[in-house]
């Protein structure tokens, strides 16, 4: 089956620092990849995607370039501020058999950020 | 734009008991569905609801069911609670389904003792 593997946290880092936080994953076909957000006490909310190959989602200052040739879609923000300490989730939908999607989630990579 | 609602926010039922959690989608959203989130297993599909049919399911065992109304508002249902059912449950609605933009709730958090 799919599967989504993120790198454990929690991350602490401080304010203006770089941020990278991985995600591999293993699915059959051509997947979508998805960075969701949550905040404290709050839902998910999508931060960005990208829906093939090379395709590279961006928002609020967060980077990730989708790579089949490595089946990663690692997170990257140059200069983190303290409003973005949350759990990040990353994601894939994929096609079953059925010809309908399937969502996989990772974990989730806990980011806290220190003034 | 009113966001996705779901009700209650928060409950305790006991072992053997049953539950029932309501999700109403934003407005002209079409597609629910819903996920279990906890600190060991991270967020879990459960399933997916598209004009008022199951489109896709999870890995849960059958008590765990849910419907959806002609208004696209989603219940899902656990029967026979069980200790390891305690979890947030999210759920989120999309215009076209869970390939495009979900829109999460707050969820309902469940604690079964």
């Known amino acids: 089956g799919n599967s989504v593997t993120q790198m454990e946290g929690p991350v602490t880092l401080s304010e203006e620092a770089f941020l990278t936080i991985n995600c591999t994953y293993t699915?059959?076909?051509?997947?979508?990849l998805f960075w969701y957000v949550q905040y404290p006490g709050e839902g998910l909310q999508l931060l960005l995607k990208?829906?093939?190959?090379?395709d590279k989602g961006s928002n609020k200052g967060f980077e990730a370039t989708y790579r089949k040739e490595t089946t990663s879609f690692h997170l990257e923000k140059g200069s983190v501020q303290v409003s973005d300490s949350a759990v990040y989730f990353c994601a894939l939908t994929a096609e079953n058999s059925g010809g309908y999607q399937k969502v996989t989630f990772g974990t989730g990579t806990k980011l806290q950020v220190i003034p | 734009k009113a966001g996705v609602t779901q009700t209650p926010r928060y409950l305790i039922k006991t072992r053997g008991q049953q539950v029932t959690l309501s999700c109403s989608p934003i407005s002209g959203h079409r597609s629910v569905s819903w996920y279990q989130q906890t600190p060991g297993q991270g967020l879990q599909f459960l399933f997916e609801?598209?004009?008022?049919?199951?489109?896709n399911k999870g890995n849960f065992p059958g008590r765990f069911s849910g419907r959806q109304f002609s208004n696209s508002r989603s219940e899902m249902n656990v029967s026979t609670l069980e200790l390891g059912d305690s979890a947030l449950y999210l759920c989120a609605s999309s215009v076209t389904g869970i390939s495009g933009e979900l829109f999460f709730g707050e969820g309902s958090r469940l604690t079964v003792l």
């Open positions: 990208a829906t093939k190959a090379d």
């Open positions: 699915a059959t076909g051509y997947p979508s």
């Open positions: 609801y598209f004009s008022e049919t199951q489109r």
